[in-house]
């Protein structure tokens, strides 16, 4: 089961814009994003598989996972619609694009490639932190951001790894499926084959001027699969692009899906 949540009233004539997150993320990561296309247009803010309140799954298949949303997007929104992914979501969005060319309008892609990641240390650094917590020892958050200080040193990344924290009738638990997702760095950091598949609609690769995610050179892996390609780079932005220059990213995607409408 897929968990979503919808910005916005469905209106005949207003598009619906699916978000799909990052790894360690939640559909409501893009709510203020989703807020600043309204009321032109209606957000589905959707959670990954093994991410916020979506189901666990056994293994982790990024094409099943572009499956399972296109499922899920069908029935919430019927189709076609527009398709915002960043990074781990970036990937699924793209999948999403190659696989169910028919449910995907207008297609962007936020600070990640269709290429595989050469360098996963950085999540798996992440995750054995997080792992270093005793659940049932905890008093608050608050407790776990103290205990996690001196292994992740950057305030912000605490705060957004600890939104998958909360509390149940049992004590303190992960949001996030991390034990499969520990396991599963090399599925998460690859990119499958998709055979002669090439999504033709437009399609707008929004980059972080200061992210090392992303390089020149997979511009190319960019435009074999996606011909109608448009890149833009923000600047002062790292890797989270819509929380790091929110009103540069919303101007930037608003004006690219707003195209759509003055057909």
Known sequence: MIHTVTVGEQVDGVPTVV???GLFGQGRNFLTIAKGLQPEMRGLLVDLPNHGRSSWTETVDLAAMADEVADTVRTEAGGPVHVVGHSLGGKV???LALRHPDLVERLVVVDIAPVPSTDVSQFEQLLGALATLDLASLSSRGDADEQLQELIGDTTVRAFLLQNLHRTEQGWAWRANLTLLRSSLDVIGSFPQTGEAVFENPVLWVVGERSTYTREEDAEAMRVLFPRLQRVSVKGAG???????PA?????????LAASLRR
């Open 19 to 21: 978000f799909l997150h």
């Open 248 to 256: 540069a990213f919303l101007a930037t995607v608003r004006a690219f």
């Open 239 to 245: 890797h989270w692009v819509h929380s790091e220059q």
């Open 93 to 95: 969005a793209m999948l």
